[in-house]
Nanobody, 118 residues
Framework: QVQLVESGGGSVQSGYSLRLSCAAS????????LGWFCQVPGKEREFVAR????????YYATSVKGRFAVSRVNVKTTVYLQMNSLKPEDTAVYYC???????????WGQGTQVTVSS
């Protein structure tokens, strides 16, 4: 089992920044890619960003590329999402995700709300 606990959500005005954190724990957590998804009511959960387990390669949704940055501190097994130049359309519940490198078993955090006002 993997446990993921997010923090750092909140309400900001357009153009401001937020940093989300996700503390990951559990057996073999080092065998998981870690990342972030977001969801708004009535829509499916969407990919935002990911950092791979070993190489630390990062991947981003087109809508956030150049504004968001994902990073992973392996010693603490914490993954961050630095969100800059926030827009109202970034408003969503953001979920931390752990994806096993071979079985692709998925684990999710409880979600943290991000609200951006114009």
């Amino acid at each position: 089992q993997v446990q993921l606990v997010e923090s750092g959500g909140g309400s900001v005005q357009s153009g401001y920044s937020l940093r989300l954190s996700c503390a990951a724990s559990g057996r073999s957590i080092s065998n998981f890619h870690l990342g972030w998804f977001c969801q708004v009511p009535g829509k499916e959960r969407e990919f935002v960003a990911r950092v791979t387990k070993s190489s630390g390669d990062t991947y981003y949704a087109t809508s956030v590329k150049g504004r968001f940055a994902v990073s992973r501190v392996n010693v603490k097994t914490t993954v961050y999402l630095q969100m800059n130049s926030l827009k109202p359309e970034d408003t969503a519940v953001y979920y931390c995700n752990a994806d096993h490198i071979s079985s692709h078993s998925q684990f999710w955090g409880q979600g943290t709300q991000v609200t951006v006002s114009s």
